[in-house]
């Protein structure tokens, strides 16, 4: 069946730098879509990304999907402390709404 | 506009009881996913309903049944429950449709003794 791979799985990062998150499948997917999920929160959607490959800025957050429409990249630049919590890749194949979602990347910032 | 909703926030159950879940979806949603997140793992999506049915279901076995009501909100039932069973169950509507975003809710943490 489809998996969905996410690596790293702890980012300790320096406030202010830059840290990328990224995510595989083993499928092609028909969309992928980001969450940021804060510790004791729900996860929240940043962003969906559908055409092969597409980047979207937020900020100082950039997300691509791949050519292939398998694999997806976060970064983010100057890493502020509110940016603390585990982001979470989720991909979709058959657009019907059953997200796949990875472990997470669990981002640590030090101040 | 609320957004999405659930029901109870926390619960304590022994092992072998039986539990109910509550999800009201956010306004114009029409579909709700429920999906189970167990310690530092990903959401494991269970099942989704739409137009009181259920349209897909994940890896979960018959302990976990829904039901969609004509308001759209939904429950999540499961029985005979697991200490493995201990995790936050998350809801998620989203409007019927090809790659519309889902909203989470804030999720009921079930722990079960």
């Known amino acids: 069946g489809q998996q969905v791979m996410q690596i790293p799985q702890y980012q300790h990062v320096q406030e202010g730098e830059d840290f990328t998150t990224y995510c595989n499948s083993s499928?092609?997917?028909?969309?992928i879509q980001w969450y940021k999920q804060r510790p004791g929160g729900h996860p929240v959607f940043l962003i969906q990304l559908v055409k092969s490959g597409e980047v979207k800025k937020q900020k100082r957050l950039t997300f691509q999907f791949g050519e292939a429409k398998k694999n997806s990249s976060l970064h983010i630049t100057a890493t502020q402390t509110t940016d603390v919590g585990t982001y979470f890749c989720?991909?979709?194949?058959?657009?019907?709404?059953?997200?796949?979602f990875g472990a997470g990347t669990q981002v640590v910032v030090t101040p | 506009d609320a957004g999405v909703t659930q029901s109870p926030t926390h619960l304590i159950k022994t092992r072998g009881q039986q539990v109910t879940l509550r999800c009201s979806p956010k306004s114009g949603h029409d579909t709700v996913s429920w999906y189970q997140q167990a310690l530092g793992q990903g959401p494991q999506f269970i099942f989704q309903?739409?137009?009181?049915?259920?349209?897909q279901r994940g890896n979960f076995p018959d302990r976990f049944s829904g039901h969609q009501f004509p308001n759209y909100s939904s429950e999540l039932n499961v029985n005979a429950l697991l200490l493995g069973d201990s995790a936050l169950y998350l809801c998620a509507s989203s409007f019927a449709g090809v790659q519309e975003t889902q909203y989470f809710g804030p999720g009921t943490r079930l722990l079960v003794l």
């Open positions: 309903y739409y137009e009181e049915e259920e349209r």
């Open positions: 499928t092609t997917l028909s969309n």
């Open positions: 989720a991909g979709e194949k058959d657009s019907w709404g059953k997200l796949q």
